[in-house]
């Protein structure tokens, strides 16, 4: 009896190498498909990007307390100063000219630009957070002229100077944010200190580059060093003519009650008028209906991070119509203590208050403004039920 053996067909039918090249060629095709559309797009991409990183990053940095936070903050420094040496020591001559040194070269000028841009939009979130905005304009004008014009600045980016100047920016951001973390104080000494220690490091980064780029170092060493001392002489004018916001300080709540009390459990009874749905951000009204002879409370929670002990001081002031000026009226301060992720809880009280337009300041004792809360006093009853919150 024959026996026949059935060969099953083969996997490739026309030839595995035949499959081979022409898979090759599909995904060349395909490469080539992708770089002509990202360059066709390449704005378009960029920009979405840009927004993305920035949702990215409010959602993601919460604390600067927070390991986490710090470690992208500190990886960003570590990442655009790796890029500094590898393109300076390229330039020099003083690396490898071969195709992998190329690579390293053109990964290096788009991550500078990336990490640059991570960092101001991480102190965009930080700064913003801690203060009110229009006494801190100039300094979150700054920061943001960084952050939005970091793509205009990339051919910048190749010259030295201008690599360490915005260097020592981010150096000297950082360690306003996470020495007052690291003392547990706050304060115009800490803020010294703060900067001391961003010239010390920036000092060593500057010996660091020139053990790869001495020439561009002792080149730029003048020029460079006169425009660190300006950044340096800024940012102390800004911050002690209180237009740096109280970092590591932020707002948490600050709104007007008509009553206010501890509870047993320890927790507070707030009785308030509540805002309209369309105030956004606000839970009380900004119209006080007042009755004759009734107190108003200014409640506010401030956070600030875990071991960091400071006081703040509500600042109660109200418009004059006459000199259309805002006078002060009283100032009550209180200690608040940090690590509670929802702020320290207190507030103030004024017994007799004339109609009118009326603020509250929440303030640090240097009389930086850490949030503002504007309300207009109107005689009678509210329309609406009062509502009870029990926090």
């Known amino acids: 009896m024959e026996t026949r053996v059935i060969t099953p067909r083969a996997k490739y039918p026309f030839g595995a190498g035949v499959n081979l ?51 992208i903050l500190a990886s960003y420094l570590v990442v655009a100063f790796g890029s500094i040496v590898l393109l300076n020591a390229h330039a020099t001559g003083r690396l ?68 360490m100047s915005v260097f020592f920016v981010t150096l000297f951001s950082y360690s306003a944010l996470i020495i007052p973390v690291l003392l547990g104080k706050m304060g115009g000494f800490v803020f010294v200190v703060s900067g001391l220690s961003a010239l010390f490091i920036f000092f060593l980064a500057l010996r660091a ?29 800004l911050y002690f003519n209180n237009m740096i916001p109280p970092i590591p300080l932020s707002l948490k709540e600050i ?23 369309y105030a956004f951000g606000k839970k009380t009204s900004g119209t006080f209906h007042l009755k004759a002879g009734e107190p108003v409370y200014a409640f506010s ?13 509500h600042r109660w002031s109200y418009f004059d119509e006459g000199t259309g000026e805002w006078v002060s009226t009283g100032i009550v301060g209180f200690p608040i203590s940090g690590g509670r992720n929802e702020g320290y809880r207190g507030y103030s009280v004024r017994e007799t208050i004339a109609p009118g337009k009326w603020r509250v300041d929440v303030e640090t004792l240097r009389g930086q403004i850490i949030g503002r809360f504007d309300f207009t006093v109107v005689q009678g009853g509210a329309s609406s039920p009062l509502k009870t919150e029990i926090k």
């Not at 022409?22 to 991409?45: H, I, P, Q």
């Not at 002792?218 to 102390?236: A, G, Y």
């Open 301 to 313: 929670s401030i956070f600030a991070p875990t071991s960091l002990d400071t006081e703040i001081q």
């Open 209 to 237: 580059v020139s053990l790869v780029a001495r020439e561009e170092v002792e080149q730029s060493r003048h020029p460079l060093w006169v425009i660190v001392v300006i950044i340096f002489v800024t940012f102390n004018v």
């Open 21 to 71: 090249v022409c898979n090759v060629r599909y995904t060349g095709v395909m490469l080539a498909r992708a770089k002509s559309f990202v360059e066709r797009n390449e704005r378009r991409l960029s920009t979405a990007s840009f927004v993305l990183g920035f949702i990215w990053d409010n959602l993601t940095l919460t604390r600067i307390d927070r390991l986490f936070d710090n470690i």
């Open 96 to 163: 490898f000219q071969g195709s992998f040194s190329r690579r390293g070269v053109g990964l290096a000028r788009l991550l500078l630009p990336f990490a640059f841009g991570g960092l101001f939009s991480g102190f965009l979130i930080f700064y913003s957070r801690s203060g009110s905005v229009v006494s801190s304009a100039p300094f979150l004008l700054l920061l943001a002229t960084l952050f939005l014009g970091n793509e205009l600045f990339r051919r910048h980016y190749q010259r030295f100077i201008f690599q």
């Open 255 to 277: 709104g007007v009650y008509h009553d206010v009390s501890r509870t047993r459990s320890g927790e507070y009874k707030l009785v308030f008028e509540e805002a309209p749905w």
